[in-house]
């Protein structure tokens, strides 16, 4: 019964705030109230106020054979003084870079100033013609600049590689281009020895790749290209076992060597792809009678000669041999 009671009340209290606020003297206030803000904040946007932008710079005409040695300022900020209204054109979207032409203030010497009156001068076309600047900070840029020079650097490849299990890098890894021309004075050029490329890290690879990766440069230098072609040949490797005869050399004249046994087997890991393309013409086993010693007890080591491109983990067993040496 109470609970009852509760519920009417607070439904009595709900229609009379829900009949206060939509009555008509309410409405009327609410509608004033918002009017008067609109006047206000018209008011407001109308009067003059100051305000900092940031303007990126770019340093633009600038001869093929001249470079900046100085590190002149990225960005300049003005204080300007406008209507609120109209500062909004000035909202970080809408500003492009300030372009300051080198060119113009070129005059045979080494270090040039861009004054207050050359910045203003770049910066009117992208004022209002009611903005007025309070302002420019650096009020003058000044540069220093020297003639280039190009140098031929070999490329570095700063590589961390891993291939997956049973996989290998068949070749060299190729870098193209594997030289790359860089331009700047000769102070900044003198202790260059190369240009190293971005650390590439592979790991578990299993396939061939040919990628491109960006070379580590600096900013104050002009490089021939930015990116190179790194191109890496991975294949699955087997192992392969060859009967090869043994090759004696440097035998005494008059003399023949005759070697127990007369062949060794040679075994090796070699490309899937290249399997069948390998073959014993440039594996050796070679006796060399010139290194036979007085106390040889009738055995010798054998050297094993490989000439044979991409195959590795050679090994030849036996290792060394009986022999006879006799007369022909």
Request: net charge negative.
């Given at each position: 019964m109470a609970e009852n009671s509760s519920k009417r009340r607070l439904k009595v209290i709900w229609w009379k705030l829900k009949a206060f606020f939509i009555s008509k003297n309410v409405l009327s206030f609410l509608f004033f109230l918002f009017l008067s803000f609109c006047f206000w904040f018209a008011n407001a946007l109308n009067k003059e106020r100051e305000t900092n932008i940031n303007l990126p710079v770019r340093y633009i005409g600038l001869p093929q054979d001249i470079a900046i040695t100085?590190?002149?300022?990225?960005?300049?900020?003005?204080?300007?003084?406008?209507?609120?209204?109209?500062?909004?054109?000035?909202?970080?979207?809408?500003?492009?870079?300030?372009?300051?032409?080198?060119?113009?203030?070129?005059?045979?010497?080494?270090?040039?100033?861009?004054?207050?009156?050359?910045?203003?001068?770049?910066?009117?076309?992208?004022?209002?013609?009611?903005?007025?600047?309070?302002?420019?900070?650096?009020?003058?840029?000044?540069?220093?600049?020297?003639?280039?020079?190009?140098?031929?650097?070999?490329?570095?490849?700063?590589?961390?590689?891993?291939?997956?299990?049973?996989?290998?890098?068949?070749?060299?890894?190729?870098?193209?281009?594997?030289?790359?021309?860089?331009?700047?004075?000769?102070?900044?050029?003198?202790?260059?020895?190369?240009?190293?490329?971005?650390?590439?890290?592979?790991?578990?690879?299993?396939?061939?790749?040919?990628?491109?990766?960006?070379?580590?440069?600096?900013?104050?230098?002009?490089?021939?290209?930015?990116?190179?072609?790194?191109?890496?040949?991975?294949?699955?490797?087997?192992?392969?076992?060859?009967?090869?005869?043994?090759?004696?050399?440097?035998?005494?004249?008059g003399m023949r060597v005759i070697t127990f046994p007369a062949t060794v087997q040679v075994t090796y890991n070699v490309g899937m792809s290249l399997f069948n393309m390998i073959n014993e013409d440039g594996i050796s086993a070679i006796f060399d009678c010139q290194k036979l010693i007085a106390d040889n007890d009738g055995k010798m080591k054998l050297e094993l000669q490989v000439d044979t491109k991409n195959i590795f983990n050679v090994r030849m067993e036996p290792d060394e041999v009986e022999f006879l040496l006799e007369n022909n």
């Open positions: 100085n590190n002149p300022p990225n960005t300049i900020t003005i204080t300007v003084a406008e209507e609120g209204l109209r500062l909004f054109s000035y909202r970080r979207s809408n500003i492009t870079p300030l372009l300051l032409d080198v060119n113009k203030h070129l005059d045979g010497q080494k270090r040039m100033v861009i004054g207050r009156e050359q910045i203003y001068s770049s910066l009117s076309s992208k004022l209002l013609a009611t903005t007025s600047v309070i302002k420019i900070n650096p009020d003058s840029i000044v540069i220093e600049i020297d003639k280039l020079h190009s140098k031929v650097l070999p490329i570095e490849l700063v590589a961390d590689i891993k291939t997956a299990s049973q996989y290998y890098i068949m070749n060299d890894i190729r870098v193209i281009p594997d030289s790359v021309t860089v331009s700047g004075t000769f102070r900044q050029l003198d202790s260059l020895t190369n240009v190293k490329t971005e650390a590439i890290v592979l790991n578990k690879l299993n396939n061939s790749i040919s990628s491109e990766y960006k070379l580590q440069t600096l900013d104050f230098l002009r490089y021939s290209v930015d990116n190179v072609s790194v191109e890496i040949d991975v294949d699955r490797f087997t192992e392969k076992q060859l009967i090869v005869p043994i090759t004696t050399i440097n035998v005494p004249e």
